[in-house]
């Protein structure tokens, strides 16, 4: 698997996506309908068309210290994640995985917990001590995943775009010598 970086200027000042990208990440998102039903994201989830891709990930890479992640297998794209280097609340010092979806079609394939480790890894190098995330409440199979890579609830709050009721998880990154 490999993973790049979305250049955060792809998006800025109305730049467009390159089409063929939009049109994968538009599969990838529309692969996933029962989470987009949950969570509520996209009016339709049977009809999530490009321009509302390009539209939330242009959001998404608004905030600032953001980052979206593209991974691919065989050269196909099999994930995206998107990373906050600190979250909109300052009293927070974790910096924040705000997105990891899987195309519907790789599930259960490892992408997922290798992406999760990509991005832990990053900000472990970095000199982060913990990253979070946040899981719907709706989510079961989330919250199943993310705790078997060792997250564990800290809080319970509705999120900040939406007022979905949450849970909050951290994981801390510990030096990967000392495990």
């Given amino acids: 698997m490999i993973v790049e970086t979305l250049a955060p200027r792809a998006l800025e000042d109305g730049a467009a996506l390159p089409g063929p990208l939009l049109t994968e990440l538009t599969a990838l998102y529309?692969?996933?309908?029962?989470?987009?039903?949950?969570?509520?994201?996209?009016?339709?989830?049977?009809?999530i068309r490009p321009e509302q891709v390009a539209t939330a990930l242009a959001d998404e890479l608004?905030?600032?210290?953001?980052?979206?992640l593209l991974a691919r297998s065989e050269g196909r794209l099999v994930?995206?994640?998107?990373?906050?280097?600190?979250?909109?609340?300052?009293?927070d010092p974790d910096p924040w995985l705000g997105l990891l979806?899987?195309?519907g079609g790789a599930h259960r394939a490892g992408f997922g917990r290798r992406l999760a480790g990509h991005v832990e890894d990053g900000f472990?190098?970095?000199g982060r001590t913990g990253l979070?995330?946040?899981?719907?409440?709706?989510?079961?199979?989330?919250l199943a995943f993310w705790t078997s890579l060792g997250y564990e609830e800290t809080?319970?709050?509705?999120?900040?775009?939406?007022g979905r009721p949450?849970?909050?998880l951290r994981k801390a990154l510990t030096p990967r010598d000392t495990l």
């Fill in 155 to 162: 809080d319970r709050r509705p999120d900040l775009a939406h």
């Fill in 62 to 68: 608004a905030q600032p210290g953001a980052e979206v």
């Fill in 101 to 103: 979806m899987v195309h």
């Fill in 124 to 126: 472990r190098a970095r």
């Fill in 79 to 91: 994930a995206v994640a998107v990373t906050l280097a600190h979250h909109p609340d300052q009293a």
């Fill in 166 to 168: 949450c849970l909050v």
């Fill in 30 to 47: 529309a692969s996933n309908r029962a989470f987009q039903q949950l969570s509520g994201d996209f009016p339709d989830p049977d009809d």
């Fill in 132 to 142: 979070r995330l946040a899981v719907l409440e709706n989510n079961p199979g989330a």
